[in-house]
């Protein structure tokens, strides 16, 4: 069982690039999440979804959109990539009954020079 | 601004220890509050977790302990051990509310 998968794992862009971080989950979890995790500062939501069409703005959306055509995939799209986006992107999901475990990826750690 | 604020922001204790992580929260309609723990270059994955009906929670050497009043939780790692090492968030939402509030995160480190 895969649970969520994240690709790439690595990336370094230039600023000014766009990129699509993909995040795919084999669990038919209808809610699913990105974060951002910087150091000292814990996981930032940045969208999340709670099904196939339906998105909303978390804490930190700015510079980034998403997209939800299906339930098992979540991408994250950064337009005009900003030295400020520099971060480790983690994506999660979740069953529909409340208060189930977040069930994250790996990771994709995204440098900007 | 953080909704869950946590202490300390790293800590380093000998194998056999007890590492010690506090927790402090605002919104009294918070009523889940989950421990996730991270090892380096892994997403976090949820250690244990509580709600205000109980004050305490024991999962092996893993312990939450809830005060209500004081809005504050922490987590107790008994006999710590080097493979606990690892990066311990806590977090907080409210009933059936599919969002999470997490806390800026302790760095444990158990020396051998």
């Known amino acids: 069982n895969a649970g969520v998968t994240q690709t790439p794992k690595f990336r370094i862009l230039k600023i000014g690039q766009s990129m699509t971080l993909q995040c795919a989950q084999d669990m038919n979890h209808n809610y699913m999440y990105w974060y951002r995790q910087d150091p000292g500062m814990g996981l930032k939501l940045i969208y999340y979804?709670?099904?196939?069409?339906?998105?909303d703005k978390g804490e930190v959306p700015n510079g980034y959109n998403v997209s939800r055509s299906t339930t098992e995939d979540f991408p994250l799209r950064l337009e005009l990539a900003a030295p400020s986006q520099t971060s480790v992107y983690f994506c999660a999901s979740t069953g529909t009954s409340g208060n189930q475990p977040q069930h994250f990826g790996d990771g994709t750690r995204l440098s900007i020079l | 601004q953080q909704q869950v604020k946590q202490s300390p922001q790293s800590l380093i204790v000998q194998k056999g220890g007890i590492s010690i992580i506090n927790c402090a929260y605002e919104n009294t309609a918070f009523d889940y509050f989950p421990w996730y723990q991270q090892f380096p270059g892994k997403g976090p994955a949820l250690l244990i977790a509580?709600?205000?009906?109980?004050s305490e929670k024991k999962e092996g050497r893993f312990t939450i302990s809830f005060n209500k009043s004081a809005k504050q939780f922490s987590l107790h790692i008994m006999d710590s051990q080097p493979g606990d090492s690892a990066t311990y968030f806590c977090?907080?939402?409210?009933?059936?509310?599919?969002?999470?509030?997490f806390g800026a995160g302790t760095t444990v480190t158990v020396r051998a």
């Open positions: 979804s709670v099904g196939a069409g339906i998105t």
């Open positions: 977090a907080a939402s409210k009933s059936y509310d599919y969002k999470l509030s």
């Open positions: 509580i709600r205000p009906d109980v």
